[in-house]
């Protein structure tokens, strides 16, 4: 709820973009939702931490082929290989830190994770298609649009959900008997909100594969934050895999910037 509101007051303050189609934000609400059902059903059916984490330093590869079978979005080979270096970096991080287990992981959670990537394949693909629809009639959705009518379609498909499974009571129960828990909760919602904002800007401004990058890379500064403020230490694994993810990064930033130039020259002509 918080979201939806954020979401409404920064699109009156704003201005939003009238006509815009609802099927597609329906779409990308139910997936988004499905998408994170499925993460925590792998986690529930007996899916290890570290290899659900594994996974979703993944999640660039699906929205890329979401935006390029449902988005028809093009790639070059250098985009290509951009991404099979962060998230192949990003791996080797995860893989770098984790530590030595006996757990093992089910198929079924395995099963789920996969659902969940591909939920996040279809977010990214349907959003790209909306962009390229709305250019193409001279229409450009904008930040909040994004933010308010997903969160209203998250909303309700997590509702129904909810109450398909009896757990709207049981919900309500046990916020009632842990009255304590509700800061906590709004705390938590009013981050969402915020970080929504941005996250919505980047899907608005720029694309759903960058945004992707972005979510996927927080997790290498991070990493790099903790070392040089708390001073953790990190085996020569872990290090490689930041070489080559910062590698991706860097020469994804460098291709934009270049391609940014290109357009303002021309222009300039």
């Known amino acids: 709820m918080a979201n939806i509101v954020v979401g409404y007051i920064g699109r009156r303050v704003v201005g939003g973009t009238e006509g815009l189609p609802m099927r597609q934000f329906a779409i990308t609400g139910a997936s988004q939702v499905f998408s994170k059902a499925f993460t925590s059903l792998a986690l529930a059916k007996g899916l290890s931490f570290p290899v659900a ?35 192949g970096g990003t791996a080797i991080l995860s893989m770098g830190k984790k530590k ?29 298609r909306l962009k390229t629809d709305m250019s193409r009639i001279g229409m450009s959705p904008k930040p909040y649009d994004f933010m308010l009518f997903t969160n209203i379609y998250m909303c309700i498909v997590a509702l129904v959900i909810s109450l398909a499974l009896g757990e709207v009571m ?25 970080g929504q904002s941005f996250i919505f800007y980047t899907v608005a401004h720029f694309d759903p594969l960058v945004c992707s990058t972005v979510t996927t890379t927080r997790k290498i500064f991070s990493v790099l934050l903790s ?33 940014s130039r290109r357009i303002k020259s021309k222009v300039s002509m």
């Open 100 to 128: 030595s287990s006996s757990s093992q992981s089910s198929s079924l959670g395995v099963f789920f994770i996969l659902l969940s990537l591909v939920m996040d394949g279809i977010t990214g693909g349907v959003q790209k």
């Open 227 to 259: 070392i040089f403020t708390k001073g953790h230490e990190m085996s020569s694994q872990g290090w490689t895999g930041v070489g080559i993810a910062v590698a991706g990064i860097v020469s994804e930033v460098h291709a934009k910037i270049t391609k």
């Open 170 to 194: 049981t919900g309500y129960q046990f916020c009632a008997d842990n009255p304590a828990i509700m800061k906590l909760v709004v705390q938590f919602s009013i981050c969402s909100a915020v």
């Open 53 to 87: 984490t594994l996974a979703k330093s993944g999640k660039m590869a699906p929205v890329m082929a979401g935006q390029l079978f449902l988005g028809g979005a093009t790639y070059s080979i250098r985009e290509y290989l951009q991404v099979l270096a962060i998230i």
